[in-house]
């Protein structure tokens, strides 16, 4: 299985919003509504962000959503700020009950 | 509050068996509502997932690891096991055991390096 592809970085000013986009197949993005996100911050364990598309855990602030659209999904972040600067991650669960993660964008905050 | 502990040795010579547990504390593996699961990250590189087991002990495995891949699970002591045979120093990666509701992954451990290496 392939990794879903995502930008390598997006970069974003502070109250900007940004959007960054996982593209995946027919297998597996575009057949499940099983599409995750999780930020994750230099030398920490991954923080699930969004689930099942575009759901919210308990604690995680409304600046982020998520949507997909076919194959691709997207997280976007409104109201930047300078604690979203991390790493982002897409996952997905595949046709093979197995999941596939994305390959990852750095978010920078200008 | 549940949490999950990787542990394990740190160092692991290429071509033998890398073993790690993963402790639940604060809730049940014997829970029908969940799955656990491992993913690993070399550094500086990404996640890759690499198995999840249920507490009856069906396994889900990645199939470019599959060949070299065992997890089980002991609900006796709340744990649950990765084996890694024959790894290389491709292997060396930050590893992370995770509860899986239905699809995603929730919480995390706080991850364990394992270096491979003579």
């Known amino acids: 299985q392939s990794a879903l592809t995502q930008p390598a970085s997006v970069s974003g000013s502070p109250g900007q919003s940004i959007t960054i986009s996982c593209t995946g197949t027919s297998s597996d993005v575009g057949n499940y509504d099983y599409v995750s996100w999780y930020q994750q911050h230099p030398g920490k364990a991954p923080k699930l962000m969004i689930y099942d598309v575009s759901n919210r855990p308990s604690g995680v602030s409304n600046r982020f959503s998520g949507s997909k659209a076919g194959n691709t999904a997207s997280l976007t972040i409104s109201g930047l700020q300078a604690e979203d600067e991390a790493d982002y991650y897409c996952?997905?669960?595949?046709?093979?009950?197995?999941?596939?993660f994305g390959t990852g964008t750095k978010v920078t905050v200008l | 509050q549940l949490q999950l502990q990787e542990s394990g040795p740190g160092l692991v010579r290429p071509s033998e068996t890398l073993s790690l547990t993963c402790t639940v504390s604060g809730g049940s593996i014997s829970s029908s509502t969940y799955f656990w699961g491992w993913i690993r990250q070399p550094p500086g590189k990404g996640l890759e997932w690499i198995g999840t087991v249920y507490y009856s002990g069906s396994t889900y495995y990645n199939p470019s690891l599959k060949s070299r891949v065992t997890i089980s699970v002991d609900t006796s002591k709340n744990q649950f096991s990765l084996k890694l045979s024959s790894v290389t120093a491709a292997d060396t990666a930050v590893y992370y055991c995770?509860?899986?509701?239905?699809?995603?992954?929730?919480?995390w451990g706080q991850g364990t390096l394992v270096t491979v290496s003579s």
């Open positions: 995770a509860r899986v509701p239905s699809g995603f992954f929730d919480y």
């Open positions: 996952s997905s669960y595949t046709s093979s009950i197995t999941y596939v």
